[in-house]
């Protein structure tokens, strides 16, 4: 399970336990008074007495009036306390799991919507309204190109995570919008429930650093979240440093530990530049034709061209 699942499952059996503890300690509160406790224990004695009756089938007699009776003077001596019936009510965050997260065995909708919230507050640099940005960052003439490329990854998270091809890159001069598709795709899938996790390429080469001079034993938790992630986006590669011995080696050992996984590369470099600056190995992995998207944003018209 992913770190951000198991948080928010953390949080929602939280809010199960400060739901129940409320009700807990009001009733605590209220079995303080000796009207109050006396009521409730016989309510409760009565209640007993005729789960087992009627376990022997026998004749309830005028019990249901004296429990109803009790019921009653049980809520007007809460209201006389100062409180309601209402509050011994657990309340919980969500009615259909009860906060566990769980409803015959699956998971239910309240965790995913909160691990999309979750992930929406790790990534509130993500543009999530398509139209107005189209509207206002997008010239009125290239809009209609610039959409094909939306419809493209549109088709792709439709598809996710059996999308065949697992690596997009997305290449192209500054302001030409690759990190905003980026943040498309990934709040698409992050709507579906699967998780993203978005990175810089200075971030992600501090990794490889640490993960490089980590201890053995610790090693696997610095690459989890990298590994874990449905999708990672890795935006403006080319930009960090090349390290000896750690930026190309441990960047080609992911993209191997996340040949089933979708990875989007978004860069400023062309494809002879990342060739170069990364060889062959790499190259193949980014932009082979066959096996990624490799689409070139061009400044002018933002037309979709995959890279050959
Ligand atoms: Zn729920």
Known sequence: M??????????????KQIAEDKVFYLLEELR??????????????????MARLRAQKADLGNRNELLKDLKEK??????ELGHSDDELV??????ACKDTGI?????????????????????????????????????????????????LLDRLQEVFPNNERKVITLSGTV?????YLASVFANAIMKKGYSAYALNSIQLNSLFLKYHL?????????????????????????????????????LYELLIMRK?????????????????????????????????WALTLTGQDLRLKPKN
């Open 2 to 15: 992913s770190q951000i699942k198991n948080y928010a499952y953390r949080l929602i059996k939280e809010k």
């Open 32 to 49: 303080k008074d000796d009207v109050f406790r006396s009521l409730e224990s016989q309510r409760n004695g009565l209640t007993f007495e």
């Open 74 to 79: 049980i809520s007007s001596r809460i209201a």
């Open 90 to 95: 657990v309340k919980y965050a969500c009615n």
């Open 103 to 151: 409803i015959n065995g699956t998971e239910c909708e309240c965790v995913k919507k909160l691990v999309y919230d979750l992930l929406r507050q790790e990534c509130d640099n993500l543009v999530t309204d398509v139209d107005s940005f189209l509207k206002v960052a997008i010239p009125k003439e290239t809009t209609a190109n610039y959409a094909n490329y939306l419809k």
């Open 175 to 179: 302001g030409t919008g690759k990190t």
């Open 214 to 250: 980590a201890p053995l034993q610790e090693k696997n938790e610095i690459f989890e979240e990298l590994i874990d992630a449905d999708l990672l986006i890795i935006d403006d590669l080319g930009v960090e440093p090349i390290l000896n011995n750690v930026t190309i080696p441990y």
């Open 260 to 292: 089933d996984k979708t990875t989007i590369f978004t860069t400023n470099l062309d494809a002879e530049s990342i060739r170069s600056r990364y060889g062959d190995r790499i190259f193949s992995r980014i932009f082979n034709v066959n096996t990624t």
